[in-house]
């Protein structure tokens, strides 16, 4: 009788144990699948975040090649202003006799 007693104390536990387990089992599979469906929707925030941040850099990149374009075709007009005027003014000082050389505009350098 003592041994039966024992066996069913033994089976109890086991069937607790079995119990504790399947219910440890679930939370983890829960826990697992949480954090996977989290992480899914951080990584897809994150490539469209790259998305968004590729495209703005793009556009920056895009206005500033129109900016420097713009920048060096104003340049070339400049210096070609600048070219005229000097021109002038040696055409002014020989039309009115001045021996003197006419004043010297800084030529700008070209890279």
């Known amino acids: 009788m003592y041994l039966k ?3 069913d ?8 144990l079995a119990k504790e387990k399947e219910a440890l089992e679930n ?9 996977n469906t989290a992480l899914t929707n951080e990584l897809h925030r994150i490539r469209e975040e790259i998305k968004r941040h ?14 420097i374009t713009l920048l060096t075709t104003e340049k070339v007009g400049i210096e070609h202003q ?11 000082g020989m039309a009115i006799g001045d021996d003197a050389t006419p004043p010297t505009l800084p030529v700008p350098k070209k890279k």
Do not use: F, G
Request: aromatic share 2%; no cysteine.
């Open 27 to 35: 939370h983890l599979m829960n826990t697992n699948q949480s954090t």
């Open 82 to 92: 600048i070219q005229l005027l000097k021109d002038r003014l040696t055409e002014v």
């Open 9 to 16: 104390a033994h089976k109890n536990e086991i069937e607790i």
């Open 54 to 67: 590729y495209v703005a850099e793009k556009n920056e990149s895009i206005r500033m090649q129109n900016q």
């Open 5 to 7: 007693t024992e066996i």
